[in-house]
């Protein structure tokens, strides 16, 4: 399944499917078979980049809603 990636409302990324992730560096993170992981947004995570539910308890709000992109400039 290609990757899925869902924007919570007040919560985390969810990243579902077929994915890498890496590091600014280059390299990859050692995911040990997941097929799912959530990547924090609120900042307040003690395990960055992923999430650990930090933002149900430090007031993160947010909603975001699907819109059109405007057109990439060439």
Avoid at 43 to 67: L, M, V, W, Y
């Amino acid at each position: 399944m290609p990757a899925k990636i869902t924007i919570k409302t007040n919560g985390s990324i969810r990243v579902e499917g077929d994915f890498e992730l890496y590091d600014v560096e280059g390299r990859k993170f050692d995911l040990s078979g997941r097929e799912k992981i959530s990547l924090c947004r609120c900042n307040q995570s003690q395990d960055k980049p992923f999430c650990d539910g930090t933002h149900k308890t430090c007031g993160f709000q947010s909603e975001i809603i699907a819109r059109v992109l405007p057109a990439k400039e060439k």
